[in-house]
């Protein structure tokens, strides 16, 4: 409940969950820099206002807004999914796991996709499809890295099987 109330906070009030999870000479900084968060929905809101509607233009005032929208997005939402994560499999433990580099290949260049940007990956697959690029890094020719050892068999976005089949 903690959390609910701090991300839906409307008026002034104590942020818990960051009161309880931030170092206090950071809270100390934090106070003297006028940028505690009220709430994430309450920020996110005030910044909307200033931003679009045009009842603030000073940059040092939107600079502090963005701030707090920092600060509330990072303790309400980054710590509490942590918080909630935590509650619902357990604290993290280091382990040690296999994995297959087998879908790498030496003679192709590999390009490794991580993100959230279906836009990027597009993008990406679009142009290990273009002729132009093939041909250069079957020739290893600019615009690819020069520094590779040798000559490459083409342009293999991966993981391959995810990725191509969209």
Known sequence: MILLDDL?????????????????????VWRELDILPVGAYHEVFEALHRTTTGTDGEWENVTRQMLRCGLAFAWSSVVGSAIAMDCLYGLPKRSKISTNLGAISEDTVNIAVHGHSPVLVAAIVKAARRSDLIAAADKREPPLSASMASAAR????WPSSAILHH
């Open 8 to 28: 839906c906070r409307t008026l002034p009030g104590p942020h818990r969950t960051l009161e309880a999870m931030a170092p206090p000479e950071r809270l100390q």
């Open 154 to 157: 083409g342009i293999r976005p």
